[in-house]
Nanobody, 121 residues
Framework: QVQLVESGGGLVQAGGSLRLSCVVS????????TAWFRQAAGKERDLVAA???????YYTDSAKGRFTISRDVAKNTMYLQMNSLTPEDTAVYYC???????????????WGQGTQVTVSS
């Protein structure tokens, strides 16, 4: 079964940038649809961005223009480059894979453990 491990979270000041990584193991990144989600304290987990097997990308309104999702199939790694961060971006960020249902917001069957992103004002 596909396993996902995120890294790259941390504490950053408003206006700063972070790049999250998600390493895929026990599977081939090019064969799966993947996505980034986030969950702020006390809120539901929400989709942030997705990238399909054919490398079509999707962004929610909050991510458009600031975040970039990408992948390196040779490294079996997906990325989320986040720029112009605001305190509202503070959340645990999760990578997800193995979409069941309609892309991009169906049900993902594999999840990483999450990485905390904290943006200070």
């Amino acid at each position: 079964q596909v396993q996902l491990v995120e890294s790259g979270g941390g504490l950053v000041q408003a206006g700063g940038s972070l790049r999250l990584s998600c390493v895929v193991s026990r599977g081939t990144l090019s064969n799966v649809n993947t996505a980034w989600f986030r969950q702020a304290a006390g809120k539901e987990r929400d989709l942030v961005a997705a990238i399909s097997r054919s490398e079509t990308t999707y962004y929610t309104d909050s991510a458009k223009g600031r975040f970039t999702i990408s992948r390196d199939v040779a490294k079996n790694t997906m990325y989320l480059q986040m720029n112009s961060l605001t305190p509202e971006d503070t959340a645990v960020y999760y990578c997800a894979a193995r979409l069941l249902g309609s892309w991009p917001a169906g049900t993902y069957r594999s999840w990483g453990q999450g990485t905390q992103v904290t943006v200070s004002s």
